[in-house]
């Protein structure tokens, strides 16, 4: 059974662009939650997608957005790009979400310059 | 406003010792508590996890003790080996099927040899 997928696994963008990451969850899970970690801060939770509806959603600005597909793939979007914002975005799916355990993706390493 | 919090930002242990690394929360609604490792460059990996209608659950080298009228949780691992380096993360959710975990910010362990 392949694992949580995560492209790409690095991005550089420059302050001021947007960007746009994938999330492909474990075949069957229905939820994918996005995380943001950065030194310091543990792993900050962004929004969660369930059957292509956001059920979840954490402090972040609104220049963070996602979406989900209906094969359950989701993307994660953030505009206007600010140096505060490289860190690593980590995926996790589960099967009915937040109360059974996650599964990670390797996760994106953005670096905003 | 930290609902999970791991004080210690890292733990070194002699390897064939026990490993205790500790979690704290402020949320009475949490009712179900996980432990996630996490090596650099991949994403975190479910360890270990615990309702709150228990105390301990055990599962190998590895131990969670719940402490819910002090708002405690512990993870132990005995005997402590070097790949057990990683920095570990705990995490809650609250009792509501579709709340999203919430994360500490990780402490980091160091298994000596």
């Known amino acids: 059974k392949a694992g949580v997928t995560q492209t790409p696994r690095y991005l550089i963008k420059t302050r001021g662009q947007q960007v746009t990451l994938s999330c492909s969850p474990i075949?069957?899970?229905?939820?994918v939650s996005w995380y943001q970690q950065t030194p310091g801060q543990g792993l900050q939770f962004l929004f969660e997608y369930f059957s292509e509806t956001q059920r979840n959603k954490g402090n972040f600005p609104g220049r963070f957005s996602g979406r989900q597909f209906s094969n359950s793939r989701s993307e994660m979007n953030v505009s206007t790009l600010e140096l505060g914002d490289s860190a690593l975005y980590l995926c996790a799916s589960s099967s009915t979400g937040g109360s059974t355990e996650a599964f990670f993706g390797q996760g994106t390493r953005l670096t905003v310059v | 406003d930290q609902q999970v919090k791991q004080n210690s930002p890292s733990l070194s242990v002699q390897e064939g010792r026990i490993s205790i690394l500790n979690c704290d929360y402020t949320n009475s609604m949490f009712d179900y508590f996980l432990w996630y490792k996490k090596y650099p460059a991949e994403g975190p990996t479910f360890l270990i996890s615990?309702?709150?209608?228990?105390d301990k659950n055990e599962d190998g080298r590895f131990t969670v003790f719940l402490n819910k009228s002090a708002k405690h949780l512990s993870l132990h691992i005995v005997p402590s080996q070097p790949g057990d380096s990683a920095v570990y993360f705990c995490a809650a959710k609250g009792n509501s099927g579709n709340t999203p975990l919430v994360f500490g910010k990780g402490t980091r362990l160091s298994v000596i040899a």
């Open positions: 615990i309702s709150s209608i228990k």
């Open positions: 075949s069957g899970h229905r939820s």
